[in-house]
């Protein structure tokens, strides 16, 4: 970690143990940490839906089929009518979080606006709802062994296809989950 005390811009990549259907095999970008708590978006989880669907839905035009088919992800049980955009670039939107210097999170209309009109961020995520943990909450779960944390990378955010996140995250330190018993239900 950059800063002690925040998990910020780290990956959460949750061990075979970790048995809540929300979170079992998943990756989480942690957007925010502090002592209040902290904020993810989970981002190997496909949701329903496509960007073109979502556009529909917001009365937003596009005439590019590629991004109009790109999968919506299914970002955490928290708020999961709201999206969220993990993106890279320098411009900010009108509700935009850094993450790091050069990612953000944004959560308003205009960066969907600026993708659909192709002026929007080189790379982008985009995720229906997003992942909340209380004051320590995260913490208890680390202790647990609940969660690895690797530094985020743009590879594992915006390349890699959804099923392979899981394994990469985990292998960016060295870690073949593969190998790893699933000792969760036994005694």
């Known amino acids: 970690m950059d800063a002690p005390g925040t998990l910020a811009n780290q990956l959460l990549i949750a061990l075979p143990t970790l048995a809540d259907p929300n979170f079992s095999r998943s990756v989480a970008l942690v957007c925010q940490h502090d002592a209040d708590g902290a904020m993810g978006v989970v981002i190997n989880r496909a949701s329903e839906y496509t960007l073109g669907e979502v556009f529909r839905q917001m009365g937003i035009d596009s005439d590019d089929d590629g991004l109009k088919a790109r999968q919506v992800l299914a970002g955490g049980p928290v708020h999961p009518e709201r999206g969220f955009v993990i993106h890279d670039g320098a411009r900010e939107w009108d509700s935009s979080l850094a993450i790091a210097d050069g990612l953000y999170v944004t959560t308003s209309r205009d960066v969907l606006e600026a993708m659909a009109r192709g002026e929007g961020p080189a790379s982008a995520t985009v995720a229906l ?59």
């Not at 202790?143 to 959804?162: G, K, Q, R």
Request: charged share 20%; glycine share 12%.
């Open 129 to 187: 709802g997003c992942a909340g943990w209380g004051a320590g909450q995260l913490e208890h779960e680390l202790v647990e062994n609940s969660w690895l944390t690797v530094p985020a990378d743009a590879e594992v955010l915006f390349v890699l296809p959804l099923e392979a996140r899981w394994q990469a995250a985990a292998g960016r330190i060295g870690v073949d989950l593969a190998r790893m018993a699933d000792y969760s239900g036994h005694a």
